[in-house]
Every structure is written in structure tokens, then in C-alpha cells.
Nanobody
């Protein structure tokens, strides 16, 4: 499965940015966003179950980021508001393409990964 992320870029503190993750030909079940800042390990950001009713967020983004999905378009979105310099990272989309209805928050639970998109928040 080829996951394609888009929407990264350079923004200012307090700005908003939206990321999307899509694929063609396969159904995306559980989907998660992870990020890796320079010199740091990759970390969980947000995840969503297949129905869209179940979501999970890391504490540092709760209330600022929103994950959502459009199953008809096989696309998952990450809306990021009130961005901070510490949100600067490469953001990766990860997906399960075998049937799975629950939210997954751990890297090893995912089967496919996108190439990553850079998000830079300038102070």
C-alpha cells in the first residue's frame, strides 16, 4: 500500500496547518500520525479508528490537533491549530490495511507508512 502524505510546510507560531494521508486501491483501517523531531525518536501524535468515532491523542496536542477521516475518499486528516515550535518535526502517516476497527497508538501495530512530510513552526 502506498500512503501519500501532504500538507506540510513552514508556518508561524499560533498558525494552523492541515495534513492529509491517502491511498488508492486499499481500505485504510486504523490510521495514526507520528512525528520525529531532529535528534529525537519518533513519537505518537494521534490515531483514529476505522469508523472515525474513536480517536486518541498524545497529551501535548490535545485540544490543538484534530484527526478525522473520510472513508469514501480513503483519506485521513490531521488538523493542527495553535502550532508551537516544539511541533516542528517530520510527520508520518501509518495505517493498518488488514481489517481492524480499534484505535492503535503504537508504531509496531501499523503495517504501512508514508514517506513523511515536514512541518516547521517558526518562533
Amino acid at each position: 500500500v502506498h500512503l501519500v502524505e501532504s500538507g506540510g510546510g513552514l508556518v508561524q507560531v499560533g498558525d494552523s496547518l492541515g495534513l492529509s494521508c491517502s491511498t488508492s486501491g486499499r481500505t485504510l483501517y486504523a490510521v495514526g500520525w507520528f512525528r520525529q523531531a531532529p535528534g529525537k525518536e519518533r513519537e505518537f501524535v494521534a490515531a483514529i479508528g476505522w469508523s472515525g468515532r474513536s480517536t486518541a491523542y498524545t497529551d501535548s496536542v490535545k485540544g490543538r490537533f484534530t484527526i478525522s477521516r473520510d472513508n469514501a475518499r480513503n483519506t485521513v486528516y490531521l488538523q493542527m491549530n495553535s502550532l508551537r515550535p516544539e511541533d516542528t518535526a517530520v510527520y508520518y502517516c501509518a495505517a493498518k490495511v488488514t481489517p481492524d476497527l480499534v484505535v492503535r497508538t503504537r508504531e509496531y501495530e501499523y503495517e504501512d507508512w508514508g514517506q513523511g512530510t515536514q512541518v516547521t513552526v517558526a518562533a
